[in-house]
């Protein structure tokens, strides 16, 4: 079979030098993303695996070639459990260096700090997310170009692929590789929580150009190489059917057997990649207010025949009540869709007009411009954004899905807060809000990290940085976030940029990485703005990944909350400098169980960011009228200092848990307590003044016996 697929491939690539692309654009264009995930149905953390690579997909549509292997001990069945093993699998993990499952492989690259092992290319699942945004970062040599057809009859798949290369590869000869991959695959999964129908997807069923792919010597700048390739679907691989309704076709090039400089991925029944053309904008991100226009100047040029019909549609990703859209083309306004006729090559400008209504919120539009020739062939896409009303933004760091799987943890706080004007966008989208002068009116910034990596791009740190420049406040919470910024070990993402956000923005300094045993968080009773906060127990989210960071602060900052009420073991921060403030928790709030608690300090950040609390001199004021006890430590007795006091109040003492202890009453004119501490138990406890349910003040005393 494979002698006779050689002569017509040899045939085609060597008249291809008199004939003209039809499916790639001669451009350079980014590279893709070809994520090779190690994985089996006795893996316990594989189905975590599958969402984050689902995720980086999402976060980047038709940019990522998700495939599923099925290897290693976790993939072999059991009595009568199905095999999703393939011929290929054990040689493509064993290049890889993997020493757990899941593993994955992204485009083949050898990250350095993010590998299982040194120079090898399988890393764990929290850092595809950080490798494939170095890939997608970076321009291809080669455009890879793939169409297919399929005749059910006799189960016959046909494979055009098309490269063309607007650069040389390092490599004189590359390799084509084509896979075919199926979704939704019924079956068991270990963690599924699915039984035997967990939905499998992107599994890899067969790879028609075998092992290591058709080799290609033409691979200078300018190259243009066309390959078809045929092969007969078997109705079942290892006893299992395959549904050619749900199966893909995907096509990479790389470099030896390693280096995947691009690829792409098609239906089996009539897919296309062909490029038609392309439109962009001079600005994709705007402020805008109730009622008033906000205009985008776009172009389209499409590649295909002069004369050549287009659909141009107009649609909300996020429908908002009372926002309206339209776009004009030729002097024609339109308010969804629109036929052009393009001709070849020839920019034609056109606008896009968002005019917001009452409703606070970021609302985002997408513009495709699609083939009617050719509509399997992926349409032109050009995402607009308006940001109109908002005032506190829930931004979702970039290092992984996990952030946008939380960010309803931060909004329910602040609606919840009574915050009417809130919303949430990724980082990437608040970097562009913030080049295109759009955060102004932005006064709260709720940076949700979770668990990802990086916990902060240097175009994120840096516009952060500026915004707080500018008297903008700023929450940031997550896990690791202290060890991916100031550790320095290997996988780990801190630099200059970041590292000045840490420690001179958040005035914070980075202690120890945590563990499981940093399972409470108790608030610092004395804090005027969070000490009425309370606890919550510390819960692991993340699949056995539990790394609350220890921390400690940097003068001006003060600690707000302890791990299991230890002074010693600091969970979070908060300062007021330079004209804005800002807020650090070590653990993510997805990871704080009482919601309660959460919602609480959520509002009490959202309230103290707000004014509501009045912060420096506020604190100055309630600490002139209680003083520190005396003696202290205390033994049979302590005394504590009072000023001021105008009316009733309640002076209540609690442990270092949180747990009441006893209460006196605090009567105005009286200047002082003596405390009875015959009984307590030897250790630290808060004494706190309340006036009814608020918290006036707030200090520690010690007991000994």
Request: hydrophobic share 35%.
């Amino acid at each position: 079979m494979r002698k006779l697929l050689l002569l017509p491939i040899l045939i085609l690539t060597i008249t291809m030098g008199l004939m003209a692309q039809t499916l790639v654009s001669t451009d350079p264009q980014g590279k893709n993303v070809v994520l090779e995930e190690f994985t089996g149905i006795h893996c316990q953390y594989c189905p975590d695996g599958h969402r984050i690579a689902q995720g980086i997909a999402d976060a980047n549509p038709g940019r990522v070639v998700l495939i599923n292997i099925h290897q290693g001990s976790y993939a072999v069945p059991s009595g009568s459990e199905p095999d999703y093993r393939t011929p290929f699998g054990d040689a493509l993990a064993a290049q890889t260096g993997l020493t757990g499952y899941p593993s994955g492989t992204v485009n083949r690259h050898v990250f350095p700090g993010l590998g299982m092992t040194t120079n090898g290319t399988a890393m764990g699942r929290s850092n595809w997310g950080t490798a494939s945004n170095q890939i997608l970062a970076q321009t291809s040599p080669v455009n890879v170009g793939i169409e297919t057809s399929y005749e059910p009859s006799t189960r016959l798949l046909t494979v055009n692929v098309e490269l063309y290369y607007t650069a040389n590869s390092s490599l004189s000869t590359n390799n084509i590789n084509v896979a075919l991959l199926q979704d939704s695959v019924l079956g068991p999964q270990t963690n599924g929580g699915a039984g035997n129908n967990y939905v499998h997807m992107h599994m890899l069923r067969y790879l028609v150009t075998g092992q290591w792919g058709d080799p290609v010597a033409n691979t200078t700048q300018g190259s243009l190489v066309t390959r078809t390739y045929t092969y007969t679907i078997p109705a079942a691989y290892n006893s299992i059917p395959c549904i050619v309704e749900h199966c893909q076709v995907a096509a990479y090039v790389t470099e030896s057997h390693q280096e995947v400089l691009s690829g792409d991925v098609v239906n089996a029944i009539g897919g296309s990649n062909r490029y038609i053309g392309k439109v962009n904008t001079t600005s994709d991100f705007k402020l805008g207010h109730n009622g008033i226009t906000s205009d985008f100047s776009c172009q389209a040029t499409g590649s295909l025949v002069s004369g050549s019909l287009y659909k141009f549609s107009l649609e909300p990703i996020n429908p908002v009540s009372g926002w309206n859209k339209s776009f004009t083309i030729d002097g024609t306004q339109y308010t969804d869709t629109a036929i052009v006729a393009l001709n070849q090559n020839e920019a034609k400008d056109f606008s896009v007009s968002i005019i917001p209504g009452s409703t606070a919120a970021v609302g985002t539009y997408r513009l495709s411009m699609a083939s009617v020739t050719y509509p399997a062939a992926p349409p032109k896409i050009l995402d607009l954004t308006v940001i109109s009303g908002i005032t506190d933004l829930v931004v979702n760091g970039s290092g992984g899905p996990e952030t946008t799987q939380y960010q309803g943890v931060y909004l329910d706080g602040l609606t919840q807060a009574g915050c009417t004007t809130s919303s949430a966008m990724s980082a990437t989208m608040m970097v562009k809000a913030f080049n295109n002068d759009a955060m102004t009116e932005v006064n709260n910034i709720y940076f949700n990290v979770a668990w990802t990596f990086p916990a902060f791009k240097d175009d994120e740190a840096t516009a952060l940085k500026s915004l707080m420049d500018a008297g903008h406040n700023v929450l940031v919470a997550g896990q690791d976030v202290g060890w991916d910024v100031m550790s320095g070990a290997s996988g780990s993402n801190g630099d200059a940029i970041t590292q000045d956000l840490y420690t001179n923005y958040l005035s914070a300094r980075w202690i120890d990485d945590g563990s499981s045993a940093n399972n409470q968080i108790t608030a610092v009773v004395s804090d005027t703005i969070f000490g009425t906060a309370g606890n919550s127990t510390v819960t692991d989210v993340y699949a056995g990944n539990m790394y609350p960071d220890q921390i400690d602060t940097i003068s001006p900052a003060v600690p707000i909350f302890l791990y299991k009420g230890l002074n010693t073991k600091r969970a979070a921060l908060r300062v007021e400098k330079n004209g804005y403030k800002s807020v650090y928790f070590g653990v993510g709030f997805e990871m704080l169980s009482t919601v309660t608690v959460r919602n609480k300090i959520i509002q009490l950040v959202y309230e103290w960011f707000n004014g509501d609390h009045t912060g420096i001199e506020f604190d100055k004021a309630v600490a002139a009228i209680m003083g520190q006890n005396y003696p202290n430590p205390g033994n049979t007795y302590t005394i504590l200092p009072l000023n001021n006091i105008r009316k009733d109040m309640t002076m209540l003492f609690v442990d270092m848990q949180g747990r009441k202890i006893s209460t006196m009453a605090v009567h105005p004119g009286d200047t002082q307590l003596k405390v009875n501490t015959n009984g307590w138990t030897p250790g630290n406890y808060s004494y706190i003044l309340m006036d009814g349910n608020t918290l006036i003040s707030a200090k520690q005393l010690a007991v000994i016996h």
